[in-house]
């Protein structure tokens, strides 16, 4: 693997998110953001094919309700823009936020046998939707599964309602 400092290059080390097209959630939203952007800067695998660069920072933004995924390079120098649409995963978001709402029932009064079916279902859903994400942007980013499960939860807590 290509090192700089020690570090492997093919890596986010940055995640943002462009204040103007994605607004400030509430004090639960905001917590969920800033917890699923330090779990991605704190493992991932990212790349950009026939590109010598990294590592990386990602801006994320919305454009024509459309998920935009801005690509820099560490001096925050614009590398490439990737627009993908939420469409596709419409379905995904739906199931998941309602097993979540489930599951987060269940801890209060389900058995464990009940709370574990649940887990796994949303659990299930959840790769399902990293999985799409890795489908849409093949070709585009290279990425590993558990990144792109990283990916996903940040995807899913700029569309969580709180």
């Not at 995640?15 to 969920?32: K, L, M, P, W, Y």
């Not at 990737?82 to 058995?111: G, N, Q, V």
């Not at 849409?136 to 990916?151: C, N, S, Y």
Request: net charge negative; with cysteine.
């Amino acid at each position: 693997m290509d090192q700089l400092d020690g570090l492997p290059r093919n890596r986010l080390i940055n995640v943002t998110f462009d204040e103007e097209s994605i607004e400030r959630g509430n004090a639960d939203q905001e917590h969920e953001r800033a917890i699923a952007v330090y779990d991605l800067i704190e493992e991932n695998e990212f790349s950009l094919p026939d590109h010598e660069g990294g590592p990386y920072c990602l801006r994320i933004g919305m454009h024509d309700s459309k998920l935009a995924l801005h690509v820099l390079d560490e001096a925050g120098a614009p590398i490439v823009v990737h627009i993908l649409s939420m469409t596709p995963f419409r379905r995904i978001f739906k199931d998941y936020f309602l097993m979540c709402e489930s599951y987060y029932a269940a801890i209060r009064t389900a058995s464990p046998s009940q709370i574990e079916a649940l887990d796994m279902g949303r659990r299930g859903l959840h790769n399902d939707g990293a999985q799409l994400l890795g489908e849409r942007l093949r070709g585009k980013i290279d990425f590993d599964f558990d990144t792109a499960r990283r990916l996903f939860t940040l995807v899913t807590a700029l569309h969580w309602k709180g």
